[in-house]
């Protein structure tokens, strides 16, 4: 049982680079976000999902897309990156039922030159 | 979501109950309280989360006030590996969809 795993685990990018990041889950959780935190700060929320073919905006989402094409894989995606961005990326996912813990993956750690 | 207020950093030393206040006073009569700690560079662990009532696991136990304005999430015998930041979130119960909303949370030191 893998839980969440994100995909890569590092990354370096150029400043106006594009790139993806993978979060994949298998535990039938209808529930997935995205986090980024930054030196000394708690983490701070994307964007999320609620199910298959839904999104939503979080607290930080300028910047940053989102796909849920299906159930198990949640996307984010930088189309121009910049220096702003640089920060440890975590994703989560969670049953629909606000009273169920949420899981977490180990994060993917993005430098943006 | 309610917010809450935690110390920035704690310390206490192995083996002894490690207490980690969280003020809540302005949570609503349908929110829980949820605790998650973070070990350096992982991602967040849930520990546990409570309504009204005291709750315990293998981890931790949870201790909510009456009035609900405030929560003591107790370590009983705190080891070297329990030294991370603890984060004390609040969350609806219903009424729409719901995130986890992380503050700064507290910097817990285990020492030998």
């Known amino acids: 049982n893998a839980g969440v795993t994100q995909t890569p685990k590092f990354r370096v990018l150029k400043t106006g680079q594009s790139m993806t990041l993978l979060c994949a889950q298998d535990m039938n959780h209808e529930y997935m976000y995205w986090y980024r935190q930054d030196p000394g700060m708690g983490l701070r929320l994307i964007h999320y999902?609620?199910?298959?073919?839904?999104?939503a905006k979080g607290e930080v989402p300028d910047g940053y897309n989102v796909s849920r094409l299906k159930k198990q894989n949640f996307l984010l995606g930088l189309e121009s990156a910049a220096p702003s961005q640089t920060s440890v990326y975590f994703c989560a996912s969670s049953y629909l039922f606000v009273d169920t813990e949420a899981f977490f993956g180990q994060g993917t750690r993005l430098t943006v030159v | 979501d309610a917010k809450t207020t935690q110390p920035p950093s704690m310390d206490c030393a192995e083996g002894r109950a490690a207490n980690l206040p969280c003020n809540h006073s302005?949570?609503?009569?349908?929110?829980?309280v949820y605790w998650y700690r973070q070990i350096h560079s992982q991602g967040p662990q849930y520990i546990i989360h409570?309504?009204?009532n005291n709750e315990t696991n293998e981890m931790a136990s949870l201790i909510i006030t009456e009035d609900r304005k405030s929560s003591t999430l107790i370590l009983p015998h705190a080891t070297l590996r329990d030294t991370a930041v603890y984060y004390c979130i609040v969350r609806p119960f219903a009424g729409g969809y719901s995130t986890l909303t992380f503050g700064k949370g507290t910097m817990l030191l285990v020492s030998p």
């Open positions: 302005t949570i609503s009569g349908n929110e829980y």
């Open positions: 999902s609620v199910g298959e073919g839904t999104t």
């Open positions: 409570g309504l009204k």
